[in-house]
């Protein structure tokens, strides 16, 4: 019988082939599940994934089955093609600096709206469909993320001189209060987190979804961090998966070009969160169906692995 602080969740066999098949899968992610038993697991979720509707749907299946067998994981998601979407049909002019969001004031409401609106509610529902209890809340609530206005420079093509970019209410965390959290975790519910973070004046600020997650991480002192994205992870220069870096290997990587371009952050922010406690930080492919139950019950999992 399930328990009142248990929740049944419906996973679609089919999936995993003959009886014989799925027993054999249950009997080699046994051990695994021993190993993360009581352990907090953030998830940031977004990409492909996200717009992909049977992966949609397998992730919240996913993401319940690992609340089920007794990991505590709390998700952190994206929603930049849903903002671009809201954007244009709202005729507002999107414009972007190093991959980051410009955000007005008007802009902000739009953020504030699809993130932590609809985007917010439909991931959390994913889960709920799934048979579990997930509560959608964003980081304003609660005093979750107190956020400080992202400080950037840029070089100036012409004058060669670093200049103060202003990205106007983009933020980054400055403090993580990881109550609410507990609090939920605590109820047996799973929180799925809007990166909508509050300053000290009140302001809303849009925060990017992977540094949200890091910072969250780090303040729970999770055991994981999973980061799906669109790739399988770090490459080498052979477009060969990576399957472990140190946080030497990662700045190594970056200094010798191993690691470009939107990768860079995410390692960077990788490197942040384990810095900050988290025993290790995957990068992984979110178009992977069941990509977080691969990584986390197969031997070396699908991804690339960070640790300190």
Known sequence: MIGASQTEVHVNTDDFGSAGEQARILAH???????????????????????????AEQFGADIALLKQVGINPVVVHGGGPQIND?????????????????????????????????????VAGLINRAGAMAVGICGKDGGLIHAQKLQRTVMDPDS????ALDLGFVGEPAHIDVRVIHAL??????????????????????????SAAGAIAGAL????????????????????LIP?????????GIADGTITGGMIPKVECCVDAVEKGVRGAVILDGRQPHACLLEMFTEGGIGTLIRG
Request: charged letters at 25%; zero cysteines; aromatic letters at 4%.
């Open 221 to 240: 002192g999770a055991k994981r961090l999973l980061m799906l994205t669109d790739v399988p992870g770090v490459l080498d220069t052979d477009k060969k």
């Open 160 to 163: 060669h001189i670093e200049k």
């Open 86 to 122: 809201m954007l244009k049909r709202l005729a507002i002019q999107s414009r972007f600096v190093d991959g980051l969001r410009v955000t007005d004031a008007a802009m902000v409401e739009v953020v504030e709206m699809v993130l932590a609106g609809t985007v917010n509610k439909m």
């Open 29 to 55: 992610a046994l051990p695994f599940m021993r190993r993360y038993a009581g352990a907090t697991v953030v998830v940031k979720y977004g990409g492909h994934a996200m717009g992909d509707e049977r992966l």
């Open 185 to 210: 975790t605590g109820a047996g519910l799973i929180p799925v987190i809007a990166p909508v973070g509050i300053g000290e004046d009140g302001q809303t600020y849009n925060i990017n979804a992977d």
């Open 244 to 252: 472990e870096m140190s946080a030497a290997d990662v700045k190594a």
